[in-house]
């Protein structure tokens, strides 16, 4: 599993310092790049935000098929990449049921990225909100504390944690996502191209070095997320102790 | 009372525009045109081909990874070693890295133009576009599910009964087929489960080492692209949809585990 890797970093230095970085800040790439980021940092937020509400509704609340719903959530990990794109471009696409056509437009990429990254903050929050004591939220409420502000100074800051490490795995499979992205983004340069399929159209194109160098960029950044989760987790289990 | 309705409202609402709706719409391109047509396009000799592929990658990735999966777990959650941090992490690379990546660094280590490419094709091993290969970018891919769904399970149970088994005088494998094994058999179960639902749909990381050979590399998920990109939709929606239905089976077996789990 390392070999592969250290082959693809040697690759991406092979021309030294100066030639990695005009790689990856060639304009193609860096668009690329730069999407990526921004586009990752976007479903993100929306889904921590909508991760957390899912996660409270399945934990606090009670109406029918509720464990129905519970199933579903793991289905964008179960789901092959290449069928969420197809079916995100069945619904959202041209001729779709709904009149709604956002293929090959930046919005497309949002919507899949969001698809495949649901599960990660739900499933992170979902735990901790279970074993979460109410005695002081309901200690908060007795002193006449509104419902919102017991959300916001009692409930929030213990979820933070797994929020946050949900989101971190989030980000990092944000950056890296293929197989959703590619049917229904078009991958038009400069435009709705994401750096994945970039270095895939580098691979195809012959440029191996090129597609190392942005490849190396972008595993640079997860690492740097997971690290992050890594320190997030760490500190809470110090904490925990 | 109402806040806590419009809540509920707002999820569920995110849910069904974002998944159910979706995959309701595969099911439907798949049948638009009977059962008849839904069948014949999933079963043209392509289709049936990548099929058999994908299960042959399931078949030697699965044990492999749930063998080395047991394994790590064990090393990670029972032994002290140095550089057992560096192992742990290590373990989680494949989550950090863009399928796309794996298939890069798979083609500079393996293929033509990589390190050991002249030496593997002076034995007559070709990896890159061949099924070796995407075997091993699945396996790559694939790997951390196991240890990450064990090694919790291993430290919850403790060790108590391993130790009290080995001064009774049993061997260590004893205790690990008649002790350890079956208490973390429901959490092996689940991360064979994930393996399994990822290596079917695998698609970036096979993607770039097959080279794209209908009937020869080319798996379900890829077949998919291919249908798709010759307009031949209803291959695509039917491939689809047989993904789809074995990604609902992951999860459906993946619940019922939960609930043996908690009971």
Redesign the interface.
């Known amino acids: 599993m390392l070999l592969p890797l250290a082959a693809l970093v040697a690759r991406g230095f092979g021309g030294g310092l100066d030639a990695f970085w005009r790689a990856v800040t060639a304009p193609d790439a860096k668009s690329a790049l730069f999407f990526t980021i921004g586009a990752s940092v976007v479903v993100v937020l929306v889904n921590a935000v909508f991760g957390t509400l899912v996660a409270w509704v399945l934990v606090r609340d009670q109406f029918r098929g509720k464990a129905a719903v519970n199933a579903i959530i793991d289905l964008p990990f179960a789901l092959p990449t290449i069928v969420a794109g197809l079916t995100l471009l069945a619904l959202y696409g041209p001729r779709g049921p709904l009149g709604i056509d956002v293929a090959y437009t930046r919005i497309a990429v949002l919507l899949a990225l969001a698809f495949v990254t649901l599960p990660f903050v739900v499933r992170a929050v979902q735990p901790v909100l279970m074993e979460v004591d109410r005695d002081m939220e309901d200690a908060a409420a007795s002193l006449g504390a509104r419902s919102s502000t017991v959300f916001r100074r009692i409930v929030l800051p213990n979820l933070m944690p797994a929020i946050l490490a949900g989101g971190g795995l989030a980000l990092a499979r944000c950056l890296g996502e293929f197989g959703s992205v590619v049917l229904i983004s078009g991958n038009i340069p400069n435009k709705t191209e994401v750096s994945s399929v970039f270095i895939s159209k580098q691979i195809e194109g012959d440029n191996l070095t090129g597609a190392a160098a942005v490849s190396v960029a972008l595993l640079l950044l997860s690492l740097v997320m997971l690290l992050a989760v890594g320190a997030i987790q760490a500190r809470r289990a110090r904490r925990g102790k | 009372m109402g806040?806590?309705l419009s809540?509920?409202g707002?999820?569920?609402g995110?849910?069904t525009v974002?998944?159910?709706?979706?995959?309701g719409?595969?099911g439907y391109?798949t049948f638009e045109h009977g059962l008849n047509a839904a069948w014949n396009a999933a079963t043209t000799p392509d289709a049936v081909h990548a099929f058999w592929l994908t299960l042959l990658m399931v078949a030697v990735a699965v044990p492999l990874n749930t063998i080395f999966g047991v394994g790590a777990a064990l090393l990670i959650a029972r032994r002290e070693f140095r550089g057992k941090a560096l192992f742990n992490?290590?373990v989680?690379?494949?989550?950090?890295?863009?399928?796309?990546?794996?298939?890069?660094?798979?083609?500079?280590?393996?293929g033509q133009?990589?390190?050991f490419g002249k030496d593997l094709a002076g034995a007559g091993i070709q990896v890159i576009f061949n099924p070796l290969g995407m075997i091993i970018a699945s396996i790559?891919i694939s790997?951390p599910f196991v240890v990450r769904e064990t090694v919790p399970v291993l430290r919850e149970i403790g060790t108590e009964q391993e130790q009290a088994a080995a001064t009774l005088g049993a061997r260590s494998w004893q205790t690990f087929w008649r002790i350890t094994l079956p208490a973390i058999r429901w959490g092996v179960a689940y991360g064979v489960i994930?393996t399994t639902?990822r290596v079917?749909?695998?698609?970036?990381a096979v993607?770039?080492v097959s080279g794209k050979l209908v009937g020869k590399t080319e798996t379900?998920?890829?077949h998919?692209?291919t249908a798709?990109e010759d307009f031949n939709l209803a291959g695509?929606?039917s491939a689809?949809f047989v993904?789809?239905l074995m990604?609902?089976v992951?999860?459906?077996s993946?619940?019922l585990l939960k609930g043996r789990e908690t009971a």
């Open positions: 806040s806590r809540l509920r707002l999820a569920l995110y849910l974002l998944l159910v709706f979706p995959l719409m595969v391109r992490a290590a989680d690379i494949p989550f950090a890295v863009s399928p796309v990546v794996v298939g890069l660094a798979l083609i500079l280590a393996y133009p990589g390190w790559f790997l994930l639902a079917l749909g695998e698609f970036g993607s770039v379900l998920p890829l998919v692209q798709f695509a929606y689809a993904l789809a990604a609902f992951a999860v459906l993946m619940q």
